[in-house]
T-cell receptor, first 114, second 112 residues
Framework: ELKVEQNPLFLSMQEGKNYTIYCNYS?????LYWYRQDPGKSLESLFV?????AVKQEGRLMASLDTKARLSTLHITAAVHDLSATYFC??????????????FGKGTKLSVIP | DSGVTQTPKHLITATGQRVTLRCSPR?????VYWYQQSLDQGLQFLIH???????AKGNILERFSAQQFPDLHSELNLSSLELGDSALYFC???????????FGQGTRLTVV
């Protein structure tokens, strides 16, 4: 059974600081996703990482994937209040009969304080 | 806006009742997925349909069922509701089974 572990689960950081969220997964996967969720809202896709060594950046967020270590990171640079949200990593895995399903981590609740 | 439409947005019902959640996928998407998000279980995959056919089941209770209709919209039926079924239910759709899925706004179900 695929397990996805995120840490930390809670993160309070000051504006302007840098930090990294880690996502470990237990079995080989085809794709890894990072999502953002604001309270009570939908899941907004941030990054899709498809191959070993993949690195993607959007604004103050950068995601990377190491498939050998089964590790992805989401790095936050010079945090601003607008980044406060819960961030999920999710791993896509084949579940048979031509079906893929996402297994999510528990999420990292990020609070950026002035 | 992902293009995936879920109705209703909010639903309050009593224990023992039955409800139906509806999902309209993005235009052209053949795959529909249902996920449940609860405080204690987190985000869990429930079921996947592709072009009207069930393809995979996850942690879906026997009291729950789903179907995908010829026009590709999907419904998730929840029966004999319990307090613990209170959650946010998401539908997601994708073009094919192996392509990225996009999530709807969710239906917030509260069982009282």
């Amino acid at each position: 059974e695929l397990k996805v572990e995120q840490n930390p689960l809670f993160l309070s950081m000051q504006e302007g600081k840098n930090y990294t969220i880690y996502c470990n997964y237990s079995t080989t996967s085809d794709r890894l996703y990072w999502y953002r969720q604001d309270p009570g809202k939908s899941l907004e896709s941030l990054f899709v990482l498809l191959s070993n060594g993949a690195v993607k950046q959007e604004g103050r967020l950068m995601a990377s994937l190491d498939t050998k270590a089964r590790l992805s990171t989401l790095h936050i640079t010079a945090a601003v209040h607008d980044l406060s949200a819960t961030y999920f990593c999710a791993v896509d895995s084949y579940s048979g009969a031509g079906s893929y399903q996402l297994t999510f981590g528990k999420g990292t609740k990020l609070s950026v304080i002035p | 806006d992902s293009g995936v439409t879920q109705t209703p947005k909010h639903l309050i019902t009593a224990t023992g009742q039955r409800v139906t959640l509806r999902c309209s996928p993005r235009s052209g998407d053949l795959s529909v997925y249902w996920y449940q998000q609860s405080l204690d279980q987190g985000l869990q995959f429930l079921i996947h349909y592709y072009n009207g056919e069930e393809r995979a089941k996850g942690n879906i209770l026997e009291r729950f069922s789903a179907q995908q209709f010829p026009d590709l919209h999907s419904e998730l039926n929840l029966s004999s509701l319990e307090l613990g079924d209170s959650a946010l239910y998401f539908c997601a759709s994708s073009v094919l089974t192996e392509t990225e899925a996009f999530f709807g706004q969710g239906t917030r179900l509260t069982v009282v």
